[in-house]
């Protein structure tokens, strides 16, 4: 076996990213590329540090020879006035998660928010119907994911969020983005009505969450002929999951996504291909650990 031609050294800059899934996929997929790849939380919360401080964790990040850093809440906005250069997309979607550091010290921000979800979708439901999605959350992570549908084909987009306000802003910035489909937002009362005639349904809200348990909406409403597709992943068998299986609709995990950003990531800071399958196995490990773990210290 060749031994590793290259270093890499990622960090995680966020509120309570100590525990997160990212770092260990990409140092084994690092790993299985004979690369050394060591990846690192920065724990705003533990180092008891303010969002605001991401400029100058980038700067340190920086001088210390870093090659590049994963950015999450609440830093996906406040990063971009300290990167030199941003990709078209995460331009127009006002949010970086990735950045890369060149060797010169200048800083490229993208977004594979957006890039992880398009990818977990076209690889996890292929062939699925376009025509009409209804999205439940326009948050952060609502937006990245609605800029992925209309980037995938979707023809007609509506948004329901609990704050009315939110979901017709987020529809009217991404109508001017894409102005060959209809994107409307609608309100939380006109879901049944939207739920009847969609083709397909995204869940971009915290319902689901361990800390969260329930199901978004009233799933006897699914059907069969219908799509479902969940951001969350912890757990991964969200109630929404379960149920629109049981339903007979076919169904996007929240896995799908988390991985999708991470393999992107990965290639953004390596300029290496890595496999995606692999990396997926690894994820269901790793969540499948964790919930033993916890099951285990619940008895």
């Not at 100590?18 to 084994?28: C, D, V």
């Not at 006002?94 to 992880?116: E, F, K, L």
Request: aromatic share 6%.
């Amino acid at each position: 076996m060749s031994l590793p031609h290259e270093s890499y050294l990622i960090g995680l800059i966020g509120d309570g990213v100590t525990p997160s899934l990212t770092p260990p996929m990409h140092e084994r997929e690092g790993e299985a590329r004979e690369l050394l790849y060591l990846y690192r939380p920065i724990d705003l919360l533990t180092l008891g540090l303010p969002a605001q401080s991401v400029g100058d964790l980038l700067r340190a990040a920086r001088l210390l020879g870093f090659n590049g850093l994963n950015i999450t809440h609440p830093c996906k906005q406040l990063v971009l006035e300290h990167l030199d250069e941003i990709d078209d997309d995460a331009a127009r979607l006002g949010a970086v998660n990735t950045v890369v550091i060149r060797p010169d010290g200048t800083t490229v921000g993208h977004n594979t928010d957006w890039s992880g979800f398009l990818h977990a979708f076209r690889s996890g439901l292929p062939g699925a119907e376009l025509g009409r999605v209804v999205q439940l959350g326009a948050g952060g992570a609502g937006s990245a994911v609605a800029y992925a549908l209309l980037t995938a084909g979707v023809r007609h987009l509506s948004i329901v969020d609990v704050d009315d306000a939110r979901a017709a802003d987020r529809a009217a910035e991404l109508a001017s983005l894409f102005p060959d489909a209809s994107v409307e937002g609608r309100t939380t009362a006109e879901l049944a009505s939207l739920l009847e005639a969609a083709d397909g349904v995204v869940h971009c809200t915290p319902v689901g969450m361990a800390a969260h348990p329930g199901a978004p909406f009233d799933t006897s409403l699914l059907d069969a002929r219908q799509w479902v597709a969940d951001i969350v992943y912890r757990p991964i068998e969200t109630q929404l999951v379960r149920d629109a299986r049981a339903a007979g609709c076919r169904v996007l995990d929240g896995g799908r996504m988390a991985v999708g950003q991470a393999v992107d990531a990965f290639r953004i800071f390596t300029g290496i291909e890595p496999d995606a399958e692999r990396m997926r196995a690894h994820f269901l490990e790793l969540v499948e650990s964790e919930a033993a773990l916890a099951e285990a210290g619940a008895l």
